[in-house]
């Protein structure tokens, strides 16, 4: 018994002290069942942007990405005067790439910070948090989830992001044509968005009259790609199509080198990754790949402030976030700060000026984004064409 | 056939790096036969410290051998030694281990990011083989691994230290006996091991980099390799390393590579429970670490 | 400035820590009292949440099949590993259930045309009571409290009955425990079995409560974690398991919460624990309520 009171004592204060530490002036009224509508009815002094990206965890590179892309946006914002007079703040979570933690953060960031929109990031852990959004009716926004039939899973979510499907239809198309080749074999990493990729892209090319030839994939993590390189090899491809979002797709690359295996190889847009270059080296030569566009023009100043505020050259990904905060700060602007406005202000936009291109958003509020083919030419990634 | 060919001279090729990484955690478990998860940790805090003398290739391996040799030394004075004192239990050193393999990890994930870090950028040069072309790199650790294993023998066949290695390995209780001091001996195998470890760590780093969360997978193939070459018989973790790439590489002959980790956990089951000392070792000692 | 309790995600939070609070004390029994270190019990919660997932989705969400689906599953799936694994020794104990747990998860991921593979299980159901959908947050604290609460007391119980003691027995010494002739390799089984079943009844609450399921979803990394939880609240002591489980998972909420930025919260949590671990394990290795062995 003297054991249980033990622990009875630890609990309560265990709970009381989570308590005290998340409502310090808690008011006497509990919330009610059904949750007010987030963004709440009373003006914040600050518009709350909600972020679950991958801080930590085996997307933590990308969640590096995310957050200077976003944070660049919102500090500019800010040093403008802000949006209606009201400064930005973002609020960023670590979803751990784990649907569960996902799904607490976004409670966290609609009920404790009343975001009335989060942006949402990686696959496994949005699908798990779109629920979430359409029970509290806030906007699910996505820069970065590339699975393709996100739009069917509620009304809830945007993307401004070049999907998967849309990628390797653009690759099939660019191979048959552009190149004549006929047999294509793909290596792609064993998870969603790049099996997702490989298998769009057999359909597209089988369907222009191409064939896959073989197929083989590599679990996260993989260093060792020349099994799967011996083996494709004896299917006598023309070509690889290597999909994937790691370094493991450079050590593809160098390994096809250092075994003699040249055949003409093409890629997704995660061979653009200093991972991927720095692994690859010199084998990056000559390879074309498939990418959501930093559009030339716009996103020049936008490159040399990037550069200026991390140190580092931005990606594709950094750039859909610069440009989903700019936009939602477009929508707050006119429609207000509340779940139901920002949705309303974000489908009206149209043709917004983006570093990654003219943006509107369809019907199914996916953004109408452009991919383009770029070749590494003397090392350095090179626009080859546009895509339509 | 061709592939096949291939396939074999691939799985050589990979089973000799890993040879060369099973070596030291096999000097340290057929010693001391505590679960060192930490190891893994120490290849990589040694990965690194190749990776900051990356300007100077030829002779990174010194920070490597250094890291690695010092990690290792504390890690049993500071951590495994009391434990000793106070008589743990197996999950006793195996959650401490742990404890130490998470502190390593992220404190590497801290300073250097989560990223890949290459020491050299690129492919090697490559001579060609008729089925495969293999790179002057890889024959090389292929060389390496060769001398190692003749080297591993001479010196426990030969030598004193060698063969009191082995018999703390056979009978702990044997060295006190002799007048040797068996906790002296625990930290010199640690020492021995982990810098054995450092070397691999640059050998791999050279060709894949380094990656803060690397340790794991290394000490899997490490412990894996130990098992399948038999363990108490230090070559036969290198000859375990070499069955191992093999077995990885002629996974892919018949099957697709999903079910690459499946197959080589299923040896590895298949093994602990019918071939218990692997293809080379000897009796089984059972001993509560 | 008036601030409301955030109730909808405290009960979040507390949904979570219960799930895995089952998932702690039902490894305790056979890592904590009988001494055998599974790696494996991410792989079994995972199958559990599998078996969960499927039935919802192509059968029915009705709770009591899914509750029996899975555990019956999971339970020949947990006896096909115990009887090989169980005459292996410490070390070789361990390192059969990590490969258990690899063999299960690509399983998982590499069979397709049952799981979906990498694409996983989305839009899982919530789960019914005779038909009626237990779609609320507070109904799902409820169903979620009252399966650990009973799990909890039936492992309460089992400790103490002779079953328990002959468990303990067996881990402070298993050569006195064999001379006393009692069939230590059934008891070893059951206890594995019984310890999978919990798994799988944590894994159907999963399912119910996040509605989608990777194969990623139970690495490894999660079966360690749940070692560490059981022996840094006490190998040998439920009550340990819960104070671990509510310390290890409280941690990152208050953390939060301080407001450190998120990038080094997370290795920087990972580097305590760490530190915690080693620490307990040289000065107090029978965890925080264990009790010191008597060997």
Not at chain 2, 217 to 234: F, P
Not at chain 3, 62 to 72: D, H, R
């Amino acid at each position: 018994m003297a054991r249980f009171m033990q622990l009875a004592a630890v609990l309560a204060s265990g709970l009381v002290a989570l308590t005290l530490a998340c409502a310090p002036q808690a008011s006497p009224t509990a919330s009610p069942a059904a949750p007010a509508p987030a963004g709440g009815s009373r003006e914040p002094d600050v518009y709350k942007i909600g972020a679950s990206f991958p801080m930590t965890g085996p997307g933590a590179t990308f969640g590096t990405f995310f957050s200077q892309g976003s944070l660049l946006a919102i500090e500019e914002i800010n040093a403008a005067g802000g949006v209606k007079g009201k400064q930005l703040e973002l609020v960023i979570e670590d979803n751990k790439v784990d649907p569960a933690t996902g799904v607490a953060i976004y409670r966290k960031l609609v009920e404790v910070d009343k975001v009335p929109i989060v942006l949402i990031t990686f696959t496994n852990v949005g699908l798990a948090q779109l629920p979430i959004a359409d029970e509290t009716r806030t906007v699910a926004f996505t820069a970065a989830m590339i699975t393709p039939g996100l739009s069917e899973k509620s009304e809830w979510i945007f993307r401004n992001t070049v999907g998967a499907d849309l990628e390797s239809q653009a690759m099939a198309k660019y191979i048959y044509n552009e190149r004549g080749l006929r047999r294509i074999a793909t290596i792609f990493q064993n998870q969603d968005a790049a099996l997702a990729g490989a298998q769009e892209f057999k359909r597209a090319f089988e369907q222009l009259g191409g064939r896959v030839v073989a197929e083989e994939s590599y679990d996260i993590g993989a260093v060792d790609l020349r099994p799967q390189l011996l083996k494709v090899r004896s299917a006598n491809p023309e070509g690889i199509y290597n999909v994937g979002r790691d370094a493991s797709m450079g050590y593809l690359v160098k390994q096809a080198a250092e075994i003699g295996f040249r055949v003409p190889q093409f890629a997704n847009t995660s061979l653009e990754l200093p991972d991927v270059i720095n692994a690859a080296g010199e084998a990056i030569e000559g390879i074309v790949y498939t990418t959501g566009a930093l559009d030339p023009e716009t996103s020049r100043d936008f490159v040399s402030r990037y550069r200026q505020r991390w140190g580092t050259d931005p990606e594709v990904f950094a750039g859909n976030h610069y440009d989903a905060i700019r936009m939602i700060a477009k929508a707050i602007e006119t429609n207000g700060y509340t779940a139901e406005g920002i949705r309303a202000g974000l489908l009206a936009i149209k043709d917004f000026p983006g570093v990654t291109g003219k943006t509107s958003f369809d019907g199914k509020r996916e953004a109408t984004k452009t991919v383009i083919l770029k070749i590494f030419r003397n090392g350095q990634p090179t626009f080859l064409k546009s895509v339509d | 056939m061709d592939t096949l060919a291939a396939l074999v001279l691939n799985g050589f090729i990979t089973g000799a790096i890993y040879a060369v990484m099973a070596l030291g955690f096999a000097l340290i478990y057929n010693t001391t036969r505590v679960f060192h998860i930490a190891h893994g940790a120490v290849f990589t805090l040694a990965g690194y410290g190749a990776f900051l003398a990356r300007a100077l290739l030829p002779l990174a391996w010194v920070p490597a051998v250094v890291f690695a040799t010092i990690a290792g030394i504390l890690i049993e004075v500071l951590v495994y030694a009391p434990i000793r004192r106070r008589s743990g239990s197996l999950e006793t050193y195996f959650i401490a281990s742990l404890g130490v393999y998470f502190i390593v990890q992220n404190a590497l994930q801290l300073v250097f990011g989560t990223e890949a870090r290459q020491l050299r950028s690129g492919p090697f040069e490559s001579v060609s083989l008729g089925v495969i072309s293999v790179s002057y790199y890889h024959l090389l650790v292929l060389l390496v691994a060769v001398v190692a294993f003749t080297l591993v023998q001479l010196v426990l066949t030969h030598t004193r230290t060698g063969k009191a290695i082995r018999a703390l390995a056979d009978n702990p209780g044997l060295t006190a006996a002799l007048g040797i001091d068996p906790d002296r001996l625990q930290v010199v195998v640690f020492a021995l091991g982990s810098a054995l470890a450092g070397l691999g760590a640059y050998l791999l780093a050279f060709d894949l980099g380094v990656r803060p969360d690397m340790g794991l997978q290394i000490l899997l193939i490490a412990a894996i390799s130990v098992i399948l070459g038999g363990v108490g018989y230090l070559p036969g973790a290198i000859i375990g390393g070499f069955l191992l790439g093999l077995l990885q590489s002629l996974v892919l002959l018949p099957l697709s590579s999903v079910w690459q980790n499946v197959v080589t956990f299923a040896v590895l089951i298949l093994v602990l429970l019918f071939r218990p000392q692997g293809l080379f070792g000897g009796r089984l000692v059972t001993r509560r670490a | 400035m008036a601030i409301e309790i955030p109730t909808t995600y405290l009960i979040n939070v507390l949904i979570i820590i219960e799930i895995y609070a089952i998932l702690a004390f039902s490894l305790n029994l056979l890592a904590g009292y009988a001494g055998l270190l599974s790696v494996a019990h991410a792989a079994l919660f995972g199958v559990g949440a599998y078996v969960a997932g499927l039935v919802a989705l192509r059968v029915s969400p009705e709770l009591l099949l899914l509750l029996i689906s899975a555990v019956v599953v999971t339970a020949l799936l947990a006896l096909a590993i115990a009887v090989p694994t169980l005459r292996l020794g410490g070390d070789y104990f361990i390192l059969a259930t990590l490969g258990f747990q690899v063999i299960i998860t690509d399983i998982l991921r590499n069979w397709v045309d049952l799981t979906r593979g990498p694409f996983g299980l989305t839009g899982i159901p919530r789960a019914r009571l005779f038909g009626f959908p237990l779609a609320s947050t507070e109904l799902t604290l409820l169903l979620v409290t009252a399966c650990a609460v009973g799990l909890f007391l039936l492992s309460w119980r089992l400790v103490r009955a002779p079953f328990g003691r002959v468990l303990l027995a067996l881990r402070e010494d298993e050569l006195a425990t064999q001379l006393l002739g009692k069939d230590l390799v059934r008891f070893k089984v059951s206890i594995f079995v019984l310890s999978g079943a919990m798994a799988a009844i944590a894994g159907v609450l999963y399912a119910h409560f996040v509605r989608s399921l990777t194969p990623d979803s139970f690495p490894l990394a999660q079966s360690f974690l749940l070692l560490v939880i059981v022996f840094v609240g006490g190998g040998g002591s439920l009550l340990g398991s819960v104070l671990g489980t509510f310390l290890l998972l409280l941690l990152p909420e208050i953390m939060r919460f301080i407001g450190l930025p998120s990038a080094t919260a997370g290795p920087i949590q990972q580097i305590i624990y760490g530190l915690v671990l080693v620490l307990l394990m040289i000065f107090r290795p029978q965890g925080l309520l264990g009790r010191a062995s008597t060997s």
